[in-house]
């Protein structure tokens, strides 16, 4: 799953070179509509990463009736939730671009890259139900296969649109669209027979309130951290939107740029989340600390080398964004400089968000995130624009580093007191010698 995760932010790299090969603005353009359209997909996989931590602990107790009910009940909910969310952000969007305090440049050239981009909503929040479920019986290869293709039909598609058709950024959603359609006939193929214990069959869908109310009691802090996580990046930018749509679009190429080290960690941390939960649902605690013990090291190392690689290959990466523009080249080092010096701290949170997955604690993590925004960034960001004079790019870049290195600080804290409430006093010494 690292390994997708890793091949997959390669590809968004290569889908934004592409975009930087229509223009600076379309850069900016789609950084910030990405933003607003990951807090509305972030609902979806919120909701994914709940059903999954359900479902893994059903099949680690060995209750395959309810796997079954969970597996339907999830993707009726997903869907219903799809379907309402999409018809109201496509019909209000107007609206929604106030809200975000779009500029009226970047309203021009991507509103309907964010209608189509809405429009999408329906198959994504199926693939995050489908691959929740492939991630809680443990077929990472399956994942890492369909998520290649995704990746590699998403980039032709832009590619052919952009480079050969010389088509403006809408066609780039459109790709995503259409690759997003591939990955949602190959998930209704694999749970195309009934019955299998994850097969689709409407006769297992249960909209019994008992029933929805405990797969939305775990779920539901989930999506509200991962939609308030993502609320408060489009709330940077909105505020970010006084230092200019450069500032904005060199802070978006910074976080793809970023997400090349980041994403394995997290990626480690929510598949290690499913094997948590799991060895919880068979009632085997010492093997649950193992797994979180492994976590925690290899993502440490994960960030490490992906600070070292990302900061080796800086310059050809900018010269890539840029596209020849050396003002908005600078903007995108200051931001990317800064903000990977946080980056091992980062690798720590992602580790403590599998374990407070793994362990339920869906609330606590939502805190953590929510803070991570409202409390350690958004303040922060605020105070730097009012009481400093420093750059647009060097005031973004000291934020987001400032703000991830107290969000892994905090965490390890957290980290400590759960183990010590599920383990006791001795829980350091039994992550260290259990074998």
Known sequence: MAVFQLINQLFRVFDLTITAQISTQSVAAVSFFSQLSNTFGAIGGGFAMGAGILIAGAYGAGDFEGVKRNVNTSFALAFLMAMTLSIGLIGCSPLVLRLANTPAEIAQTGLAYYRCEMLGLVFTYFNNVYIAIEKARGNGKIILKLNILLAIVKFSLSALFVLVFHCGILMISVATLLANMVITVCGLFRLRHKNDVFGISLAYVDIRFCAVRKLLHISLPVMAEKVAFSMGKVMV?????????????????????????????N???????????????????????????????VNIILGIAGFALTLLFLSPLVTVFSNGDAAFGLQIKEV????????????????????LYGFGYTRIS????????FIFRLPLLIAVQQFSSLPGSTAMGVVMMVSNGVTGLVSLLIA???LHKEYGKSWAKQIFTLK
Do not use: W
């Open 267 to 297: 990626s480690i941390g929510d598949g290690g989340a499913a094997v948590i939960r799991q060895n919880i649902g068979a009632g085997n605690k010492q093997r649950a600390l193992m797994a979180f013990r492994c976590i925690f090291v």
């Open 416 to 418: 400590g007191n759960i």
């Open 336 to 355: 990317f400089t800064l903000e990977m010096c946080s980056n091992i701290f980062l690798a720590v949170n992602a580790s403590v968000m599998g374990l």
């Open 366 to 373: 939502f805190l953590l995130n929510f803070a991570r925004l």
């Open 237 to 265: 930018n909105s505020i970010g939107v006084a230092y200019g749509s450069g500032v904005i679009g060199a802070l978006g190429v910074s976080n793809t740029m970023s997400s090349l080290s980041t994403m394995p960690p």
